[in-house]
């Protein structure tokens, strides 16, 4: 729950807008490791699982952090750039309404706060991605995009750098029981948010997701082909 709160509390609300975006537009594959349950415990091991925490018993997610933030890096860089390639030039000025992002500044705001959520754990961002006017920086298409592959790249770099000792360093300045695994969350929970408000924009101008595109289209293939056999 903390963790949750945390993120609330630096991401801030999503927009409303955000809910027009088709469900399907956002599905992300687990990795195999992250299966099906087994078969069902004994009782006496289903009721150990289901007893409280001890107050002072340390709670540990059920997953290793890193392989599956950069599964979800891997994932997000893909439709954020297929997205982005798919939206003509000519709507990147757009946005919904007065003072809130454009789709340029929306794709421009995710660049940037790659290299910022990364900062809050002391990973020093490159030149340039502090200026308070970034989002504001450029509404040529293949530049944003550039930007957007950069800010990946600088990412998973980074993360890929980290120990599980690393993950578990305090962060005290986030939060009593903050370490650096909760920017990490952080930075993932941002970019789904993000993503959401993308296809959003792009719904909205007639654009559809190129890999909701690509599975309609095999759907209707495999269709086809069993009414002729």
Same mark, same amino acid.
Not at 33 to 41: G, I, M, T, V, W
Not at 162 to 168: P, S
């Given at each position: 729950m903390k963790r949750y709160l945390l993120a609330f509390v630096l991401l801030g609300p999503a927009l409303a807008f955000?809910?027009?975006a088709r469900a399907s537009d956002r599905g992300f594959p687990v990795p195999s490791? #992250?299966?099906?349950?087994?078969? #069902? #415990?004994p009782v006496a091991q289903q009721a150990d699982a289901q007893a409280p925490a001890a107050p002072d018993q340390k709670v540990t997610v059920g997953y290793d952090l890193k392989p599956q933030a950069l599964l979800d890096l891997d994932q997000l860089e893909q439709k954020f750039t297929d997205l982005a390639g798919a939206i003509p030039q000519e709507k990147y000025t757009w946005r919904p309404g007065d003072g809130v992002r454009s789709v340029s500044e929306v794709f421009l705001h995710v660049a940037q706060s790659n290299y910022y959520i990364l900062s809050l754990m002391g990973v020093e961002r490159p030149a340039g991605t502090e200026a308070k006017d970034?989002?504001?920086?450029?509404?040529?298409? #293949?530049?944003i995009i550039d930007q957007m592959k950069q800010s990946f790249a600088f990412t998973k770099a980074n993360i890929g750098k $980290?120990?599980?000792?690393? $993950?578990?360093k305090a962060l005290p300045k986030l939060g009593p029981q903050a370490n650096e695994g909760d920017v990490v969350y952080i930075l993932v929970t941002h970019l789904h948010e993000h993503l959401g408000q993308s296809i959003a924009y792009a719904r909205v101008n007639g654009v559809v997701p190129p890999w909701t595109a690509a599975a309609t289209a095999a759907a209707a293939a495999k269709q086809g082909k069993s009414t002729i056999d």
């Open positions: 955000v809910t027009v490791s #992250a299966s099906a349950a087994p078969a #069902a #415990a970034f989002e504001k920086s450029t509404t040529d298409k #293949a530049k $980290l120990t599980n000792a690393d $993950l578990a």
